[in-house]
């Protein structure tokens, strides 16, 4: 069976200071890989997708980055956190093939930027 | 992508039945509406996608008419743990971004 993880699940960080997020996935190849960030109360933004290995859509500019260095794994970066990063990051994986186009969400990482 | 338009808000009570509309004017031919609802603090999970008419499974029915203009979620008997925010997608089949707005909070109440 399929699982996605992300970590870590919490993160307080001052403003300025880097950001790294890390997600995987078992058990699948070849996913779709996205990361969201959701606000307090908010619904949730799409900042970055990709279809394969150092292949990276943006969808929101910002000060965040994506990579995926592997099949599997995808990386959220900032060099300099501001304030209005802090969030519920949520990051998924699709097939984007089959009878269902069906997404899968990991535990999250709540980050605070102080 | 089609924009989708639902309440922000609903009320209900344990043991009733819950619809909940999405308007989608904009759908294209080849896009599917999809449903998921987000627990706080964990990611969304998927619970039903439809093209036209009428779908079921074990925990919701999707009600989409010819127009498909907009689709009806429905949560026969809800119970209080039902509580959560329901977002209405549409997109193509094979479609690779999602976009979920900001949902309707269903809140049930004993």
Redesign the interface.
Known sequence: SQTIHQWPATLVQPVGSPLSLECTVEGTSNPNLYWYRQAAGRGLQLLFYSVGIGQISSEVPQNLSASRPQDRQFILSSKKLLLSDSGFYLCAWSLGRGDINEQFFGPGTRLTVL | LAKTTQPISMDSYEGQEVNITCSHNNIATND?I?W?QQFP??????II?GYKTKVTNEVASLFIPADRKSSTLSLPRVSLSDTAVY?CLV?S???????????TKLNVKP
């Open positions: 599917y999809t998921y603090s964990q990611g969304p999970r998927f996608q977002y997109g089949y094979n479609f690779n971004k999602f976009y979920f707005g900001s949902g």
